[in-house]
């Protein structure tokens, strides 16, 4: 029964995913925003936003890389839940208080909705978090050393090259003498389970919605 109640969910959740892949290709904002915005019952706003988000961009990137899709298409529907995500997702501001700073950057990569996710989750979750904006790895790694105070870096990549950059940072880190947990994430880590390891993370979150567990286990608690 409850296997039942499950798979029902599933195919519930594919089909509205499916109807939001759809309004994002015909720049259907309402639609969009309706979908993301369901009744009481499924889920927080953040669980709907990454069961239909993720999927839907994840097939449009499918179709784009298949040619299917033109690269404006992928643009526009992006934008849209960049737009969508910043309105949906929680605006709390955490004021430092005994808790870990965490600073939080993309790496050489142009891919942000993942970033904004992660930051407003983090921040809902009452971390303090520095939003580093998008930076190359010596940039990055000049801010983390310039910054004494902060206790932890998340790092968001969507290609594969960005990933394997990780691997540059921790060792310009290691050069520097600054050692601190790093906390990757990002389809290249999604698609590749022991891409974290390799490039010398600490660890890797799936999801946005995972990260403050990840952050707590790291560092003690919660904030
Ligand atoms: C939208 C999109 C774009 C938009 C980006 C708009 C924007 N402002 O973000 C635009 C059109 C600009 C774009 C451009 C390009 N793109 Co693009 N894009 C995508 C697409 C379709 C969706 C990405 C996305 O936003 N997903 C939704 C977000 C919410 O998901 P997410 O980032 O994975 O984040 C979730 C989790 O991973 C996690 N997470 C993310 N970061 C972190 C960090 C931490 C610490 C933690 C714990 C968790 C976490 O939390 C999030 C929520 O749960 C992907 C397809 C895909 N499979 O991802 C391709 C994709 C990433 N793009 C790709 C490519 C190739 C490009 C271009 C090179 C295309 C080109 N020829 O110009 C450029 C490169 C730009 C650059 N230099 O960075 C490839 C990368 C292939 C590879 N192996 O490297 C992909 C995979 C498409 C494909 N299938 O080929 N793209």
Request: proline fraction near 4%.
């Amino acid at each position: 029964m409850v296997l039942e109640n499950e798979n029902q969910q599933d195919i519930e959740a594919d089909a509205a995913a499916r109807a939001f892949e759809a309004a994002l290709l015909r720049l259907d904002r309402l639609t969009a925003t309706r979908l993301l915005t369901a009744p009481a019952g499924d889920g927080n706003g953040l669980q709907r936003i990454e069961r239909l988000v993720l999927p839907a961009l994840e097939r449009i990137g499918q179709h784009w890389e298949q040619g299917g899709l033109a690269l404006s298409q992928v643009y526009m529907s992006g934008r849209i839940c960049e737009e969508l995500v910043e309105q949906l997702l929680p605006a709390a501001t955490s004021e430092r208080g005994e808790g870990p700073l965490i600073a939080l950057a993309v790496l050489e990569d142009h891919h942000l909705l993942g970033k904004r996710m992660v930051h407003a989750v983090m921040r809902a979750a009452g971390y303090a978090v520095r939003d580093y904006g998008r930076l190359d790895a010596a940039g990055l790694v000049a801010r983390v050393v310039a910054e004494a105070d902060v206790d932890l870096l998340m790092i968001s990549t969507l290609m594969l090259a960005s990933a394997l950059r990780v691997a540059k940072v921790r060792e310009l880190l290691a050069a520097a003498g600054r050692r601190l947990p790093i906390v990757v994430g990002g389809a290249p880590f999604r698609l590749d389970e022991t891409l974290w390891q390799e490039v010398g993370a600490t660890a890797m979150g799936r999801s946005a919605s995972a990260a403050p567990a990840i952050i707590a286990r790291l560092t003690g608690g919660a904030p």
